[in-house]
C-alpha cells in the first residue's frame, strides 16, 4: 500500500491550492482518507477527513478547504481556497482500512493505517 501526496507548492495569501494524495495497493478494500498538516515544534494536527459521503473539517478551515474523492483514480483531493500563513505547513495524507471515523475519532493519527510522505505548502507573499 502507498500513498503519493502532491500539489504542495508556494501561494499568496487568499490563493488557491489543490492537493492530490493517490492511494495504491488497495485494491478491493474499503478504506477511508484523511488529511493533516504539521508546522515544526507543534504537533500534527487534522485538516480534513472523508469516508464514503461523511466529511469532517478543521474549524480552522472549514468555509475555505474542500475535500472530495476520485474513486476511479483512487484519488482524494483536499481543494484549499482563500488561503492564509497560517495554512503553512506539511500536509500529509492517510488511510484507513474498514468502516468510516466517526466525528470524534478522525482526528486521532492512531486511526490510520498508512500514511504518506508529506507535501510542502507555503503561503506568503
Known amino acids: 500500500v502507498q500513498l503519493q501526496a502532491s500539489g504542495g507548492g508556494l501561494v499568496q495569501p487568499g490563493g488557491s491550492l489543490r492537493l492530490s494524495c493517490a492511494a495504491s495497493?488497495?485494491?478491493?478494500?474499503?478504506?477511508?482518507i484523511g488529511w493533516f498538516r504539521q508546522v515544526p515544534g507543534k504537533e500534527r494536527e487534522g485538516v480534513a477527513y472523508i469516508g464514503g459521503t461523511t466529511k469532517f473539517y478543521a474549524d480552522s478551515v472549514k468555509g475555505r478547504f474542500t475535500i472530495s474523492r476520485d474513486n476511479a483514480k483512487d484519488t482524494v483531493h483536499l481543494q484549499m481556497n482563500s488561503v492564509k500563513p497560517d495554512d503553512t505547513a506539511v500536509y500529509y495524507c492517510?488511510?484507513?482500512?474498514?468502516?468510516?471515523?466517526?466525528?470524534?475519532?478522525?482526528?486521532?493519527?492512531?486511526?490510520?493505517?498508512?500514511w504518506g510522505q508529506g507535501t510542502l505548502v507555503t503561503v506568503s507573499s
Open positions: 492517510a488511510a484507513r482500512r474498514g468502516n468510516r471515523l466517526i466525528m470524534s475519532a478522525w482526528r486521532q493519527q492512531d486511526q490510520y493505517d498508512y
Open positions: 495497493g488497495f485494491t478491493s478494500d474499503y478504506y477511508t
